[in-house]
């Protein structure tokens, strides 16, 4: 059967949206997918944007836009500001943070969702280094959705420490962050103890339904 090698950092320091930080805390290691195990394509009864995932791919391995919300606005402005209207978007702003304001621009919306769809935003809470452990459930990281899997596993690119990498979600599997060889939840902060509470499905805030 054919694999798929993914190379994936089993763990990984996010400093909200910030390029510079210590090393990861675990070592790299590789994951294998099965053929039967793939990513989506396509969702039933739904359409995605092959534009937008293009660009997407193209940026994994880049700096481009500097930290997460950077990434998202990147894309927003090559793709015909599909993201967000950068105009209205000021109004949203209650902290210093865009992912905050671009999370109130689809709370406002009314188009958060927990079923995503390839192409839609997601969103995570208390990533911040500054947090020390306290919840406070502000938005401080954000990527964009690109493969859905038929076991719940969404994987999705994003800007942490200051380049685009693919690392994964999975709400099914919630305080798991390895099975066998196959990925289910990346680490979004670094751990202390509580390594569980630092899997990015225990971060996870909500999708942004993208009209494609």
Do not use: W
């Amino acid at each position: 059967m054919k694999r798929i090698i993914l190379c994936a950092l089993g763990a990984f320091l996010l400093l909200g949206c910030s390029s510079k930080g210590p090393s990861a805390p675990h070592s790299q290691r590789q994951y294998v997918i099965n053929d039967h195990e793939q990513g989506l394509t396509s969702v039933p009864g739904s359409k995605f944007n092959h534009t937008l995932i293009a660009s997407v791919d193209n940026y994994i391995g880049t700096r481009a836009g500097g930290d997460c919300s950077g990434f998202i606005t990147v894309l927003n402005s090559k793709h015909d500001e599909l993201f967000f209207s950068s105009k209205d978007l000021p109004k949203y702003f209650t902290n210093g943070r865009k992912s905050q304001a671009i999370y109130n621009y689809y709370s406002r919306k009314n188009l958060l969702s927990d079923t995503p769809r390839i192409g839609d935003l997601v969103f995570f809470q208390n990533t911040l280094r500054s947090n020390k452990g306290k919840i406070n459930n502000e938005i401080s990281h954000i990527g964009v959705v690109r493969e859905i899997y038929a076991d719940g596993r969404v994987k999705f690119v994003h800007n942490t420490r200051g380049r685009n990498q693919e690392d994964f979600v999975n709400l099914n599997k919630k305080n798991v962050h390895v099975a066998g060889k196959k990925m289910e939840n990346s680490y979004i902060v670094r751990c202390g103890k509580d390594r569980i509470s630092c899997l990015a499905s225990n971060r996870f805030a909500g999708y942004g339904r993208v009209n494609n």
